[in-house]
């Protein structure tokens, strides 16, 4: 699964990054722990363009009864997309971009767990494959949503968690935003593990696991004498729940 991450870049580099050529999105700060329930930025297709914005983490499927689904909707496992109905019409036509420097899995160690942070080896921006979709409530207040979409672990990961998000190749990026491609078999192609050898994990504090912590602290690396000493400690994820989001993207 993928239950925190983090996307420590300015706005300027997230700009570059995604050739967005004005700023479309509200305004971004690095953010060192995003949590569930949060407003995370996005970057959808749009008339042949990249626009940034923002959707809230957890899905809420345009046919929902209640806005409390998307508490549990946060993440999308790949070899299900085309069965299950919170997924399926997004996945043919309202994919996004998630952009992030690093994510958060927690590794079994003893009797506890050692959260740990995963990153590119060259420390480079990099785009987890992402669902949306807007929920218009009852007063007709759009809300807009999002999933991260998971797949099997690569070696890398298999030794910390049995899921990871699906990151998308750069060069693959434009495919799973083109609103035009609806063949599931061919975008089914691009959900597969990233490779291992291109990534590194490594150890961070607990504190992580208290979402209210959001600073430059929750991704230092752990000497061994630290992880030392947090051996035997269990941290448990937890979500936030955040005011609704409105965002007028279809």
Not at 23 to 33: D, K, L, S
Not at 38 to 47: D, F, K, N, T
Not at 65 to 94: C, D, H, I, Q, V
Request: with cysteine; glycine share 8%.
């Amino acid at each position: 699964m993928c239950g925190r991450y983090t996307i420590t870049v300015t706005m300027e580099e997230l700009m570059l990054r995604y050739y967005i050529g004005e700023e479309t999105g509200p305004y971004h700060r690095p953010r060192y722990n995003i949590a569930p329930g949060q407003s995370v930025p996005a970057i959808v297709g749009h008339e042949g363009r990249n626009r940034l914005g923002e959707l809230r983490w957890g899905l809420v499927p345009h046919w929902a009864k209640e806005e409390r689904l998307g508490t549990t909707l946060l993440n999308a496992r790949a070899e299900t997309l085309t069965e299950k109905p919170a997924y399926r019409r997004s996945f043919e036509r309202r994919r996004c971009l998630i952009p992030a420097d690093g994510f958060y899995e927690w590794k079994k160690a003893g009797s506890g767990k050692q959260p740990m942070r995963i990153v590119m080896k060259d420390n480079r921006l990099f785009s987890m494959a992402g669902l949306y979709d807007i929920w218009i409530a009852p007063d007709g207040k759009r809300l807009a949503t999002c999933a991260i979409v998971t797949t099997t672990p690569n070696p890398l990961m298999a030794g910390i968690h049995d899921r990871m998000p699906v990151v998308l190749r750069q060069e693959d990026e434009p495919l799973w935003l083109d609103r035009s491609v609806q063949d599931t078999a061919r975008l089914q192609k691009l959900l597969v593990p990233y490779p291992g050898g291109e990534m590194r994990a490594y150890p961070v504090a607990a504190a992580v696991g208290n979402v209210r912590n959001d600073g430059p602290e929750c991704i230092r690396e752990l000497s061994e004498e630290e992880q030392g000493g947090a051996k035997g400690e269990t941290v448990r994820q937890a979500a936030l729940e955040l005011p609704e989001l409105d965002l007028e993207w279809s």
